[in-house]
């Protein structure tokens, strides 16, 4: 089971900032932080999707960011699984 497989499991098809927070091992006022204001952020960011006023994130895309970054940069779910 990869890390695409447990995150449509877990969260479905897009992630909420504070399951993505959940997901990556940090509070979801620092990941949105991070998010807005670090350089290395930006291909998290670029997985955001707007409906109306709520803020998603593509859990498919998470999943490839996660599985090609190193665990120290991908979060608490590189250790977790």
């Given at each position: 089971?990869?890390?695409?497989?447990?995150?449509?499991?877990?969260?479905?098809?897009?992630?909420?900032?504070?399951?993505?927070?959940?997901?990556?091992?940090?509070?979801?006022?620092?990941?949105?932080?991070?998010?807005?204001?670090?350089?290395?952020?930006?291909?998290i960011k670029r997985t955001r999707v707007q409906i109306?006023?709520?803020?998603?994130?593509?859990?498919?895309?998470?999943?490839?960011?996660?599985?090609?970054?190193?665990?120290?940069?991908?979060?608490?779910?590189?250790?977790a699984y």
């Amino acid at each position: 089971m990869n890390i695409s497989d447990i995150l449509l499991e877990r969260y479905g098809p897009l992630l909420t900032l504070e399951q993505l927070a959940t997901v990556l091992d940090r509070s979801p006022s620092g990941l949105r932080w991070s998010i807005h204001n670090q350089a290395s952020m930006q291909d998290i960011k670029r997985t955001r999707v707007q409906i109306g006023k709520r803020v998603y994130f593509r859990s498919g895309e998470i999943a490839e960011i996660l599985e090609n970054k190193p665990a120290t940069e991908a979060g608490g779910l590189a250790r977790a699984y």
